[in-house]
């Protein structure tokens, strides 16, 4: 129903660059995810441009045939000072249109950008200060110390994100398992990598966040949004979300087969 191709970016504003298609008309599973999109939309040979917010659920969405759409994926942290992620949240806000190629954004027009030339694009928000970035997300993320207490760090993180980082971190392990699945990993490792309790944790987290069982997500059926290899909020480990990481001694000295027979059900 759709093909979508992405492309990963340079830029440290934006996580990723995609574009699709639609190949005829239906329903797919819009998953849940930590960052917000600029979205191009074309159909019937007209543009319309929005603001795609973090979605906290996953949601059944309605896909129209012949569609093409383009889109900027901001890396987390990043974000719109007029378009606060809170305003975001679970929502898509409308940009007006300046022309038929062009857009209205903080009073000024802007060309649509193309799937090369998004990263520029980017750029030049930045450089007028439409697009920001709070590198104390990063710091928090990666455990790194800050000079603010920990009401204002949680407070600054909140007003970049939108969301607290117990959430985030949810959504993000949700989305890595999902990876995992459906790159062929058994379920029990699944359970493991991800770092969740058992089998049952699992099950309620991806039916919240991606909107199927494990068993439909190995399936692949019905179709996802956007789901890119990943791990846990970018990092190339998964120390933040596990528990039973095997550098640390899993759970206190146990071995896979332990946790396994202990814990997966």
């Given at each position: ?46 543009y ?22 383009l ?24 940009i ?44 928090i ?42 790159q ?82």
């Amino acid at each position: 129903m759709i093909v979508i191709e992405d492309r990963l970016s340079d830029s440290p504003y934006v996580e990723r660059v995609w574009r699709s298609y639609s190949q005829r008309s239906g329903l797919f599973t819009s998953i849940a995810v930590t960052q917000f999109d600029l979205v191009i939309e074309k159909l019937e040979g007209k543009y319309r441009i929005f603001l795609h917010g973090p979605e906290t659920k996953a949601t059944q969405a309605y896909c129209p045939p012949e569609g093409e759409w383009l889109g900027i994926l901001f890396k987390f942290g990043t974000f719109l000072p007029k378009f606060p992620p809170s305003r975001l949240m679970d929502a898509a806000i409308s940009i007006p249109g300046a022309s038929s190629r062009s857009f209205w954004l903080n009073s000024a027009a802007w060309e649509i950008p193309t799937f090369e030339n998004a990263d520029t694009f980017v750029e030049r928000l930045a450089t007028e200060g439409i697009v920001r970035r709070e590198p104390l997300v990063e710091n928090i993320l990666y455990g790194q110390p800050n000079a603010l207490s920990l009401r204002s760090a949680q407070r600054h993180f909140l007003r970049a994100t939108g969301m607290n980082l117990t959430a985030s971190r949810q959504i993000e392990r949700a989305r890595y398992a999902t990876t995992l699945l459906r790159q062929g990993q058994p379920i029990l490792d699944t359970v493991f990598e991800a770092g969740y309790f058992d089998q049952p944790h699992l099950t309620r987290s991806l039916k919240r966040f991606i909107g199927q069982t494990p068993a439909q997500i190995i399936e692949q059926n019905p179709q996802l949004s956007l789901l890119y290899d990943t791990t846990p909020l970018g990092f190339d480990t998964i120390e933040l979300f596990n528990p039973f990481d095997t550098t640390q001694g899993v759970r206190n000295g146990q071995s896979r087969e332990d946790y396994a027979q202990r814990y997966v059900r």
